[in-house]
């Protein structure tokens, strides 16, 4: 199953994939954590994607077109993927429709998870994420309990910038709804519920429960 992830920054994207992931086995294709990787390697694209994602922008498509080409062509994405975090804009979303024709794919979804925007606020200015795999919890968390790497807060996550990152959602993402609606393969679950919930849906709406 293909599936593509939507949502606001902090709506829980990561949190349901991860999920999927764990049950399911899908390739987990996050830009957000690829861009982050090549950032820390300081690879030329880290160094040309930084600036942008320091100040809440959208990289430049063809910049993260090609990561996600790559990532799409490894072999435990032939299997089934969820992207997060991509498409961000509707330019990134016809791009991702013609690859996956030329590879002879389609998507199967596109999981809306929606969350109230005071709600969306609160959540990224205090979440924390871990420098090593990227789990995300609530402030005070110190240790990932996942891999017991150290869990520090993006700068992305800091109050100045999560409003220019809403922002960017709401004019560049949020269309992609009318858009996925359009190829009748939108499902929207409600992300202001207990994690186990949401993930109840989730699998519901997909068709993945038993
Ligand atoms: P995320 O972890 O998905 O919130 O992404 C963090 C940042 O990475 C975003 O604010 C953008 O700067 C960049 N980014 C992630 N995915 C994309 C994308 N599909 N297109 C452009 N920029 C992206």
Not at 43 to 64: C, E, F, H, R
Request: negative net charge; proline residues 4%.
């Amino acid at each position: 199953m293909n599936i593509v992830l939507l949502g606001a920054p902090g709506a829980g994207k990561g949190t349901q994939a991860q999920k999927l992931v764990e049950e399911f086995g899908f390739a987990h294709i996050s830009t957000g954590d690829l861009l982050r990787a090549a950032v820390s390697a300081k690879t030329k694209l880290g160094i040309q994607a930084k600036s942008y994602m320091d100040a809440g922008k959208l990289v430049p498509d063809d910049l993260v077109i090609s990561l996600v080409k790559e990532r799409l062509d490894a072999d435990d994405a032939k299997n089934g993927f969820i992207l997060d975090g991509f498409p961000r804009n509707t330019a990134q979303a016809v791009t991702l429709d013609s690859e996956l024709a030329a590879m002879d794919r389609r998507l199967d979804a596109a999981l809306l998870v929606s969350v109230e925007p005071d709600v969306i606020v609160k959540r990224l200015s205090s979440r924390r994420t871990c420098r090593n795999c990227g789990y995300t919890a609530p402030a005070g968390v110190d240790v990932c309990p996942r891999c017991g790497g150290e869990m520090y807060q993006r700068d992305d996550d800091k109050p100045e910038t999560i409003q220019h990152r809403l922002d960017v959602y709401n004019t560049q993402t949020a269309p992609l709804i009318e858009y996925y609606k359009g190829h009748s393969i939108l499902k929207e679950v409600d992300g202001d519920r207990p994690v186990d919930e949401v993930y109840a849906d989730v699998r519901k709406l997909l068709s993945l429960a038993c």
